[in-house]
Each structure stands twice: as structure tokens, then as C-alpha cells.
């Protein structure tokens, strides 16, 4: 008794109906409707871009070339164009997209940034 008990929990777990089939018949291996949305929502998260922040402090601006220098907590430089209204202290928020390996950030694309404030405003 005990042994067809598990044997029904295992089936109800995989969700095939083995309980009432007969020794030796086919089994229907069709996979459930939960178990199919839930591999397409997996799926879908894998293809979404990762996408993060970093606040930045302005070090350098080249107007010449339209090019702002930017630095994070880690040390690491990163560029965007559009100097405008950009000065050096200025506090930016830049967003990223992941742009291929993950956890590899080299390859990231800057896709928004955002004033925050002075450097001499936020002491």
C-alpha cells in the first residue's frame, strides 16, 4: 500500500498521470501547462538585459571633443558624450545595460545618465 502511495505522489509530482495506467502501456510524457509557463518565464529572464547603476563623480570634460570622464567607488573611468551642462564635481547617476558576458562590465553600454548635484552641494 505504502509502496503505490508513493508512486501516486511521484506521478501527481511530475505531473503524468501514471496511477491508473495499466503495467506496460504508454505513458502520456506531455509536460503540464504550469511546468511549460513556467520554462517560458525562465526563459524570458534570461533574455531580458541586465540592466544596473552607478553613481559617478565628473573628473574631466572635454568640449572640444563632447566627451565627459566619470568615475565610481571602484576606481574605474567611464566616458559619455554630450558635456552641455556637465562640470567637474558634478554628481551623475549613470544607467547600463549588460551588453554580453555577465558580471563582465567592459562591454556594458551606458544607456542614461542623470544629474544629481554639485559636488560643493551635497557636502
Same mark, same amino acid.
Given at each position: ?23 506496460? %502501456? %504508454? ?9 511549460? %509557463? ?13 540592466i544596473y547603476k552607478k553613481m559617478t563623480i565628473v573628473i574631466e570634460t572635454n568640449r572640444q571633443n563632447d566627451v565627459v570622464t ?54
Amino acid at each position: 500500500m505504502l509502496k503505490y502511495l508513493l508512486i501516486v505522489i511521484l506521478a501527481l509530482s511530475m505531473g503524468t498521470n501514471t496511477a491508473n495506467t495499466a503495467p506496460g %502501456a %504508454a505513458v502520456d510524457h506531455t509536460p503540464s501547462p504550469e511546468y511549460i %509557463a513556467r520554462e517560458r518565464a525562465k526563459a524570458e529572464r534570461r533574455a531580458m538585459p541586465n540592466i544596473y547603476k552607478k553613481m559617478t563623480i565628473v573628473i574631466e570634460t572635454n568640449r572640444q571633443n563632447d566627451v565627459v570622464t566619470v568615475i565610481d567607488k571602484n576606481g574605474e573611468l567611464w566616458e559619455f558624450s554630450h558635456v552641455e551642462d556637465w562640470f567637474v564635481g558634478d554628481y551623475c547617476l549613470l544607467t547600463f545595460v549588460d551588453s554580453g558576458i555577465r558580471g563582465y562590465m567592459y562591454d556594458d553600454e551606458i544607456i542614461r545618465t542623470i544629474y544629481r548635484c554639485r559636488y560643493e552641494d551635497y557636502e
